[in-house]
């Protein structure tokens, strides 16, 4: 069984920093395509960012050039870096590892963008 735990979440002002991260259990993490969605009230969850296991990233255009995705494989633990943060980006943040059968989804941890 495959678990995977967000932390990092909170509150922040507009233009502030987080750092989300997301440990998963499991063997050959390594292998596996990780990515980050988000979930606002009231609308549908969106892949916000995506890792490969080569290392390959892809971003929404509206968090290009403020939010990197990485990954330590030493730790089995994908992260995602959020700078400049808006209003926006207030969700629900999801981290999911693809397997060849099926996704796996951590429970989410809650971001707020206020003044």
């Known amino acids: 069984q495959v678990q995977l735990v967000e932390s990092g979440g909170g509150l922040v002002q507009p233009g502030g920093s987080l750092r989300l991260s997301c440990a998963a259990s499991?063997?050959?993490?390594?292998?596996?395509?990780m990515a980050w969605y988000r979930q606002a009230p009231g609308k549908q969850r969106e892949l916000v960012a995506v890792?490969?296991?080569?290392?390959?990233?892809n971003y929404v255009d509206s968090v290009k050039g403020r939010f990197t995705i990485s990954r330590d494989n030493a730790k089995n633990t994908v992260y995602l870096q959020m700078n400049s943060l808006k209003p926006e980006d207030t969700a629900v943040y999801y981290c999911?590892?693809?397997?060849?059968?099926?996704?796996?989804w951590g429970q989410g941890t809650q971001v707020t963008v206020s003044s």
């Open positions: 999911k590892q693809d397997r060849p059968v099926r996704g796996y």
């Open positions: 499991g063997s050959f993490f390594s292998i596996y395509t």
């Open positions: 890792i490969t296991s080569g290392g390959t990233t």
